[in-house]
């Protein structure tokens, strides 16, 4: 009896162990979904230009405020929704790009003072749950950036921001099989 109480604890602990791990962090590839990081890895072994971007990378004590203002679960690097509105799941990452960070002016000392060599990817899932590569924009940005949906229905948005700024923000929008960037800070 003894014997089988240890053994319920340590599962307990485990499955707790394993829902933290999906619900607040995108530290590793092992750590997506199966079938995105299927996907993910067969795009990266087609284009060494690019590479998982863990949430290590996000400043630590803005990584805490990112996750007081949009709730505990978000992961900035990763979005899962549907962003083409055909009610099969998609997903999106922020990858980094082989490049090196650029100074940004008059931010030194915080996070915002490197612009970093990114690309924002779109999966599109199909029924079969499989999942292609939609769409892809390079974007040069600070690290402290995340990627997210807003609002809901047909109404609802999916976009790159940095975080904290109105500066960089692109909202990606469902055309035919592919997307359309929009750029609201720019005149």
């Known amino acids: 009896m003894r014997r089988f109480g240890k053994m319920k604890l340590l599962l307990i602990a485990f499955f707790v162990f394993a829902l933290s791990a999906?619900?607040?962090g995108q530290k590793t590839v092992a750590e997506l979904k199966p079938a995105h990081a299927v996907a993910l890895e067969q795009f990266l072994s087609e284009n060494k230009n690019y590479q998982f971007l863990s949430e290590k990378s996000f400043e630590g004590e803005y990584l805490k405020d990112l996750r007081k203002d949009f709730g505990a679960s978000i992961k900035p690097y990763y979005?899962?929704?549907?962003?083409?509105?055909?009610?099969?799941?998609?997903?999106?990452?922020?990858?980094?790009?082989?490049?090196?960070a650029t100074p940004a002016e008059g931010t030194e000392g915080t996070p915002y003072d490197h612009n970093y060599p990114l690309a924002v990817i779109i999966f599109n899932g199909n029924k079969k749950g499989r999942f292609t590569k939609a769409f892809i924009e390079d974007v040069e940005a600070p690290?402290?950036?995340?990627?997210?949906?807003?609002?809901?229905?047909?109404?609802?948005?999916?976009f790159f921001a940095v975080y904290a700024s109105d500066a960089d923000t692109?909202?990606?929008t469902?055309?035919?099989?592919?997307y359309i960037v929009e750029y609201p800070d720019e005149p």
């Not at 997903?91 to 082989?98: G, H, N, T």
């Not at 690290?143 to 999916?158: P, Y």
């Not at 469902?174 to 592919?178: H, I, Q, S």
């Open 170 to 172: 692109r909202i990606f």
């Open 174 to 178: 469902p055309v035919g099989k592919g």
């Open 143 to 158: 690290l402290v950036c995340l990627i997210k949906t807003d609002g809901a229905g047909k109404k609802k948005q999916f």
């Open 79 to 100: 979005c899962i929704s549907d962003f083409n509105f055909d009610g099969i799941s998609d997903f999106a990452l922020v990858l980094s790009r082989k490049g090196k």
């Open 22 to 24: 999906l619900c607040f």
